[in-house]
């Protein structure tokens, strides 16, 4: 058994066991290459009475090497209005990229972004969000982002 | 004799101290004159020609060798563990000056800073709390901490139990407690490892993780697997943890030696593919104005490239800046330079080309970790809290920027005018393995036909060095005399260039003229002198030119970053 089908099935038995936190539900997992999970903020939000869909994608490497995390847009599911977070899904977070670590899990992720939203006080589209969703990769791990801003 | 007395008649000056010279030619070895003391010629009392630097060629083992004496020296001044020491030296990028000023001024925060313990005496986790594992712990902390009064005695108690303090080699949890590592949640682990901050993984993890980084990322500096700890694998750690992964360690090892050299101003790699030697010259950035360190490496006489620019190669006479400036405006006319002019801009800092694929405007280059503003490209330090907007914005520079556009435009027909001969020099380079195979097939005749033995026709692929040698020469004057202003010094400069034009395509007519049994002899001759003109041609285009940057005497019809 690799090492990334037993952490995730691990992870899973968690989710199964414990739940998960409130605002994050597991939407699918029927393999261990991609989750989708939803997430909503609670309480006072910018974002009240919003859902978003977060697809994760893991490669074999995983959880050493991080998983491709980005919001799902299409018919049904769009992606939040947030400064660090691109129309087409993808997500400036240093957390899924060089702030990684391997004790991190896919929970501890949705948890990350969603008090990256919380905090959000005005939605705003990140600078050059046109320019970097023309030529954006598919996968959002193949772009080197800046992390530059706490605040938010 | 004879035809070389022809041109000696344009240039009665420069001719006088030659005839003698070519008198020891009587072998025809046209390479050998270089060797000669030319340097006379220059009024110094060293054989080094004006135009050349001292530089010295290192093997890798040569440059582990020197990164092995810092490291030894701050082993001894710090009483620290070699690898202590590595990632002290690491952290402050090998500026062992301020390593020792700071690490004086607050061991503690050195430390912590550069990855060698945590932040506190952490919390830590029940788990790990086992008894040897706590002592081995604090021994690690306390000779970290105190090494200035009684440096000698720590150093040898490290020395005793080295290896017990930096790596922790923790058993797994007692009895009926399953170990379980927290990453693969693999629980038939038996392996355990930790750094100093006692965060423990199995050895599969840390072998997988470190793997990742050195081959994937290309990184050395490997902090703890934990969330948020900032401990730094030691080398130590990481040959054990790679275990019987040789080619990893081996990468790793290679990533530290690039580390060094990159830091090390007076070091630069081979740029050359798969080279491993590197070039070891002290030339300051402000004799970059004036000189052309052009510097070969040991590893093969053709791996020559300049020690100030990225231009690899030789592009004697002119100095990287008007180099740069000629090659960027060659460049602009192809489409991929265009691309690269409006997608990438150069580190202000280490002049590395970076390509912009998203993110902010705050911008980090992974070379030199220099932080700076895409935008206005100052650095990021004045831009305070303005996250993604540069407010910067300078209405001079982009007014400049028009200007320089529609000029441009209007000097495009004299640009072409030193492009085209640019370009022809470049392409007969270009065509020199096709020169190369043709000449030794005409060596090969000649043997046959004449009585001239392998070493005697020797004289044609010399010259043909030459020819390609100077070639590289006069390309570069054409990208020196499109900035030169107009003056008595550029006439000069042009007549310089003219004649050695003039004697390369001469002797390059003669190399490639159909064989005459009949005259292979007088052939030689002519061959051999013109040769022996060629190089000093070559010898006085780059010696004038040279000595005119010395002393300033070349004006420009444009500022030149670093020469005013």
Request: charged share 30%.
């Amino acid at each position: 058994m690799s090492v990334s089908t037993r952490r995730l099935s691990k992870e899973l038995t968690d989710i199964k066991n414990h739940g998960t936190p409130v605002g994050i539900n597991l939407l699918s997992s029927d393999n261990f290459e991609e989750w989708f999970l939803s997430l909503e903020v609670l309480g006072e939000t910018v974002y009240a009475g919003e859902v978003f869909c977060l697809r994760f994608r893991f490669d074999s490497q995983y959880p050493i090497s991080s998983p491709a995390v980005q919001f799902v847009t299409d018919d049904k599911w769009k992606a939040p209005v947030h400064p660090h977070v691109y129309t087409n899904g993808h997500i400036c977070a240093s957390i899924l990229g060089n702030e990684w670590s391997p004790v991190l899990s896919v929970i501890a992720v949705c948890v990350t972004l969603q008090s990256m939203l919380a905090s959000c006080k005005k939605k705003e589209l990140p600078p050059g969000n046109d320019r970097y969703v023309r030529h954006a990769p598919d996968n959002p791990k193949k772009t080197r982002f800046e992390y530059d801003d706490d605040t938010v | 004799m004879s035809s070389a007395d022809e041109y000696s008649d344009d240039d009665v000056g420069y001719y006088d101290e030659d005839d003698d010279e070519m008198a020891i030619d009587d072998d025809g070895s046209a390479s050998e004159m270089e060797l000669d003391p030319l340097g006379d010629f220059n009024e110094g009392t060293s054989k080094k020609k004006v135009y050349e630097v001292d530089y010295e060629s290192l093997s890798q083992a040569e440059v582990e060798k020197q990164m092995k004496g810092d490291v030894d020296y701050i082993t001894s001044i710090f009483g620290v563990t070699p690898d202590v020491a590595s990632l002290l030296l690491r952290h402050f990028d090998w500026n062992k000056e301020k390593l020792i000023e700071k690490y004086m001024d607050n061991t503690t925060t050195v430390s912590v800073a550069a990855g060698i313990m945590p932040p506190e005496k952490a919390p830590r986790r029940p788990a790990a709390s086992g008894g040897r594992l706590h002592s081995s712990s604090e021994s690690t902390k306390e000779s970290l901490i105190g090494p200035r009064r009684s440096s000698r005695r720590i150093a040898s108690a490290a020395t005793k139990s080295g290896k017990s303090k930096i790596l922790d080699r923790v058993a797994p949890p007692a009895q009926d407690e399953p170990a379980v590592c927290l990453i693969c949640f693999d629980d038939t682990q038996t392996d355990f490892l930790s750094l100093v901050c006692d965060h423990r993984f199995c050895k599969t993890c840390w072998a997988a993780y470190i793997e990742s980084k050195v081959k994937t990322e290309a990184e050395s500096w490997i902090t703890c697997m934990a969330e948020d700890c900032d401990v730094v694998a030691t080398n130590e750690f990481v040959k054990e943890a790679l275990a019987e992964d040789k080619q990893t360690w081996e990468r790793f090892h290679e990533l530290l030696v690039r580390h060094y050299v990159s830091h090390r101003p007076e070091l630069k790699y081979c740029p050359y593919p798969g080279c491993t030697y590197t070039a070891s010259c002290s030339i300051t950035k402000a004799s970059l104005a004036t000189q052309v360190p052009i510097v070969a490496c040991g590893n093969s006489a053709t791996h020559k490239f300049c020690f100030g620019c990225n231009v690899d190669g030789d592009h004697r006479p002119v100095v990287c800046s008007v180099a740069k400036m000629w090659l960027q405006k060659c460049h602009d006319d192809s489409e991929t330079a265009n691309w690269i002019k409006s997608n990438t801009k150069e580190c202000s800092k280490c002049q590395s080309t970076i390509e912009k694929n998203g993110g902010c405007n705050h911008m980090t280059c992974k070379k030199c970790k220099y932080e700076f503003c895409w935008v206005c490209m100052g650095p990021w330090s004045e831009h305070g809290t303005s996250w993604y907007n540069c407010n910067r914005f300078d209405e001079k520079a982009s007014k400049d920027a028009r200007d320089a556009q529609s000029r441009s435009r209007a000097s495009l027909e004299r640009y072409l005018h030193y492009y085209n001969r640019w370009a022809n020099h470049e392409q007969s380079k270009k065509l020199s393995v096709e020169l190369y195979a043709k000449t030794e097939k005409k060596m090969e005749e000649m043997q046959m036909t004449s009585e001239l033995s392998w070493i005697e026709v020797q004289f044609m692929k010399k010259a043909v060095d030459e020819v390609i040698k100077c070639r590289t020469t006069l390309m570069w004057t054409y990208g020196m005399a499109y900035y030169l202003d107009s003056s008595n010094e550029k006439e000069l400069f042009e007549d310089n260039q003219r004649d050695l034009e003039r004697a390369v395509e001469d002797l390059s007519e003669l190399i490639e003229s159909p064989l005459d049994p009949e005259v292979i002899k007088t052939l030689r001759q002519k061959v051999t002198d013109r040769t022996v003109y060629v190089t000093k041609r070559n010898e006085i285009m780059l010696e004038d030119t040279a000595r005119g940057f010395l002393e300033g005497r070349w004006k420009w019809n444009l500022p030149v970053v670093g020469l005013d």
